[in-house]
């Protein structure tokens, strides 16, 4: 049983555009919920992270929104560019002994059009 | 940031043989790893949490008599996989504990 829920499955997007992958989750435990961006054959790279008691945080071209309320959470990249093509996962982990015990999405493949 | 290695990044064994995959955070201690399989066009799973000095946590499902797991030092975690067959054949992450989650680049194993 999936713990995060990702969506869509993929994504085209023009470059210069905006993408956006949602994501939820179940357990009100998660204190962590981390973004991934991976290439064909390579392990994943963090992309930005936030913790629940934040609704929106913002680095370079990339955001999260969070709604606790709702339990989603949602990546914006802004500006798209072809080399954002990759596919991203959302994760959450729970805190504790248990930190870094990564539940992934399904994940979003993205391709950016020149 | 912190760097994690894995070796080797591409292996091919015969079925039935053992191979085994190496995790190591080069620039930093790491008493908790993880592995994680991934089969293509799909999500990471977990399979097993590597505590330095303890015995591995398994995920349900996975075999922990196929995939041993040794964290003998703060900085490398082992990943044998013994007797391995076609439906082995994955791409193998792991990751190391630190202010993040920092992922190595992987390990592709092919089975034939």
């Known amino acids: 049983q999936q713990q995060v829920k990702q969506s869509p499955q993929s994504l085209i997007v023009q470059k210069g555009g905006i993408s956006i992958i949602n994501c939820a989750y179940e357990n009100t435990a998660f204190d962590y919920f981390p973004w991934y961006q991976q290439f064909p054959g390579k392990g994943p790279a963090l992309l930005i992270a936030i913790r629940p008691d934040v609704s929106e945080k913002k680095e370079g071209r990339f955001t999260i929104s969070f709604n606790k309320s709702a339990k989603q959470f949602s990546l914006h990249i802004m500006d798209s560019q072809p080399g954002d093509s990759a596919t991203y996962f959302c994760?959450?982990?729970?805190?504790?002994?248990?930190?870094?015990?990564?539940?992934f999405g399904a994940g979003t493949q993205v391709v950016v059009t020149p | 940031g912190a760097v994690v290695s894995q070796h080797p990044s591409w292996v091919i064994c015969k079925s039935g043989t053992s191979v085994k995959i190496e995790c190591r955070s080069l620039?930093?201690?790491?008493?908790?790893m993880f592995w994680y399989r991934q089969f293509p066009k799909q999500s990471l799973m977990l399979m097993a949490t590597?505590?330095?000095?303890?015995?591995?946590?398994?995920e349900q499902g996975v075999e922990k008599d196929k995939f041993l797991i040794n964290h003998a030092s703060l900085t490398l975690s082992t990943l044998t996989v013994t007797s391995a067959h076609p439906e082995d054949s994955s791409f193998y992450i792991c990751?190391?504990?630190?202010?993040?989650?920092?992922f190595g680049p992987g390990t592709r194993l092919t089975v034939t």
């Open positions: 994760a959450a982990t729970l805190g504790g002994d248990s930190w870094g015990k990564l539940q």
């Open positions: 590597s505590n330095e000095g303890s015995k591995a946590t398994y």
């Open positions: 620039d930093f201690q790491a008493t908790t």
């Open positions: 990751s190391a504990s630190g202010d993040e989650q920092y």
